[in-house]
């Protein structure tokens, strides 16, 4: 997930008849959010502050997401965005990478959870990216606590159903 100075604006209520006003930030400095979550149980894995989404931090990424569950084979599902097509990020041991239809992100869970996160720094305008990375992790850490809420959000019927017969295979 990308987010950055440039303001992320939401609904909001108004009184009727008057115009919502919002201060903004003109400001372009963007850096990166990685995540992933484990419908089933609820695990989300997180590393933020990344200054681009290349396949150099995916890789990162990766390494990182396996150190953290290093007894588990892991299943990784993706957009076809090109970062994630280098075989090198296909290469690993016990991760294997399911890629999306193109232009089917609503499949994804953790694009939900992105939603969710985006919710902390919406309408509001912040001079300094490291703030925006403080009210973020302090969302992820609400999220990683409450792993009832997690399920709730991202495991989907068809996606709980998917996920079990490939465990019973």
Known sequence: MRYGLIGNFKRSWNKIGK?????????YVNRYLYSAISPI?????NMIGFDDATTKETDIFLDNLKLAFPNNHI???????????PKILHQKENLSIVFLPSYGQELNPVERYFGEM????ANKTYDDIEIIEAELENGAIIWQNDKEKVKQLTCWDWIEEQILSILEY
Do not use: C, L, Q
């Open 118 to 121: 985006r919710k902390y720094t």
């Open 75 to 85: 299943v990784v599902i993706w957009d076809n965005a090109p970062f994630h097509k």
């Open 19 to 27: 115009r919502t006003t919002m201060a903004h930030s003109i400001g």
């Open 41 to 45: 149980d609820g695990d989300i894995f």
